[in-house]
């Protein structure tokens, strides 16, 4: 064992470059050699004894043992102090007892270190050649020559090949603890866990008791439980109710100071009483062990000592990179809240744990989080989600699971009783003190039993986020359940949007046109271009299911490219059926009208099909007038400059500011349907379209009234002033060939209605 003392004395400066510093000083007794004399010869035994009483050989003294026959030596030998040399008669019970005894050390006993002398009484009965060469023979000689010199070079020679041989393996069997101890270490993950396992290593090695605390400076700042100053980190024995504790609350005082003076120097501390060894590490975490052992020290075992410790300095390090690596992969930075896979990782634990009845997940999502960011900027931003974080923690943080999901998105795991909306809701009703200010936040939740997860954790996790996205459009500011009927819309939802896909492949998307009367002159000015869809079996899927479905999937971006030119190319088609003047009003998205290629797509529609570019309206609905307005501006004008005109679609059914409206050139508001409906049987519901056209008119834009369906409803709208009308009364939307037909009958004063299913072409 590397404990075991060899040398004289244990007191060692500051050695140069080895980090090892005994402060302590210790006055050390110098162990012995044990001599072990095997002869049925008692004469042997005592002119041995007396030849080399006083002697001591390579500083230390020499201590005899006394066996009379093979077999009392072999019951010394089976409980054996550390015998250096072994002194052995060849001819004792029997002719070769010596021989039978050496077989028994070596390979029974498997002492290997022991160094054996062959003495023989008679000259010329020499042990063959063979035996000196397979049992590892020191030396071997007559009884005669064993005079007090030749024994003492010859004792002296043993002993120092016995010293040799030992201090070989001693080292090797430290590196092969310490490879060992390394490789058990690196398989704990964590620092607590590693540093337990120093203890328990640490105190293998130096074969000591498992008695010590290890304490680490600095713990990492993502660490869960962050803490300044130093921390007992792992504790076993006597010590282990100190886990956890500040250095600096140690009641103990000797354990204390020792380990501060190790942090503070630098080095290890050896004493009478204990050891403290010094750990290194660059990233100023580092570490101090005490154990309450003292330990002998040579130089064998102060270089195993060197590479344990820097062997558990790079393990530290690493350790301590993995556990930030782990925090950077479960825990986000800005709040130190358990990030989404974190809590993915505890609703699967719960989903497993067969309680799921009972416990219910949470989302909740600051309203209008990115504006604030926007306005008063990311310090700002940061700080109210810190505090949001913190005030999570200290009201639900000891009972449910927290994380942070998304920006302004936090999550709440727990019972279902301690996560009502109501107690919720109460968390965020008293005010944020951000840089002084009281601020009152608006948070939307989206609550998901767990009783409703079929799958893992993730799944439980898309349930909390749908209700979330339906608190989102439906119940700002408040919450809503997660059903599973939400679960089958967005399945159904899913189904449709892979075959839209399909559809667009096999080409089965059309357009229809339905025509626009000048009310004033009862004739075709215009017509707008209307998407359909034809599924496999020729049923026709409505505009409102799959047109939300394109935007929200981005496939709008392509599909309105595609209607845009079509209906480019149609119009001058028309012009050249001869039905010149016809505007083609064209419906454009949110997401079309925002996407950089936009304007260029418009280009290349107009150029490409050689139209008369004052003959196309883009149609923007009223949420493209929530736009940011410079944007707009910029968008509008850009399309201005191209020849096109611009109409509001569903005028009313938005937000659109009046001043929006002054200051945006647009040329047409359209009124929507929903305000024609009972326009000529209610007089009140006339106030709105009588509204909108007046405005229309002040600010010199023509106005278009849709969804016109009887004589009655067109009557009133000619009567209010309005320019233009489109609507079943005129038309349904029909196809290229029909329309064609239909204008070609001069239709636009007969009031025909084809059925707007007609046959593909
Ligand atoms: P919208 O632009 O307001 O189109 C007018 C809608 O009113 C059309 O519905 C049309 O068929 C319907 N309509 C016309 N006259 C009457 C009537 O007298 N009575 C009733 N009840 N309805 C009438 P549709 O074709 O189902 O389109 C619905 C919406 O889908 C459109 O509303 C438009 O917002 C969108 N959409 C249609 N085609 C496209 C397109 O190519 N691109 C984009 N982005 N959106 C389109
Ligand atoms: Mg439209
Ligand atoms: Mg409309």
Redesign the pocket.
Known sequence: MVNKALDDELVFADEAGSGLTTVVKTEQKRPPWNVLIVDDDPDVHTTTTFALRGTEILGCPLVFLHADSAAQAREILASPPDIAVILLDVVMEQEDSGLQLVHTIRNEFKMSETRIILRTGQPGYAPEMDAIRDYDINDYKTKSELTRNKLFTTLTSAIRSYRQIRTINTSRRGLDMIVHATGELLALSGIRNFAAGVITQMAALLGVQPEGLICVQRPPELSPAPSDGTLVIAAAGRYADMINMPLDDIHEDRVKHALIACLDKGQHVFSEQYTVLFFGSRTQRNMAAYLDSAINIDDASRQLLEVFCSNISIGLENTLLFSQLHDFAYFDSLTTLPNRRSLINKLDERLLGGERGRYTLALIDIDGFADTNDALGHQYGDDLLKAVAARMRTTLGSQCNLARLAADTFAVLGQIELLLPANLQAIFRAPFVLHGQDVVLSVTMGIAHLVDVDGDGAEALKNAYLALRRAKTHHRGEYAFFTRDMALEIRERSRLLQSLRVAIERQRLF??Y?PQIDLSTSKVCGI?????WRSEDGRLI???RF?PIAEHSGM?IG??EW?LRMACFQQAELSRKGFPGISMA????VA?FRHPRFIASVQSALADSGVDPTLIEL?I?ESVAMEEIDFLGRTLETMKGLGVRVAV??FGTGFSSLSYLQRLQVDRL?I??GFIVDIASDERARRIPELVIDLGHKLGLSVIA????TAAQAETLKALGCDEA????YC??IEPHALLEWLGKGAGMALINPPETAPPQ
């Open positions: 357009l229809v339905q707008e271009a209307l998407l359909r409505e505009p409102s047109i709008i599909i309105g209607v064209i419906n454009i998205s079309q149609e609905t679609d569903d359209k929507d349907r849709e969804g016109v369906e489109q609507g079943f009364l349904r939307p």
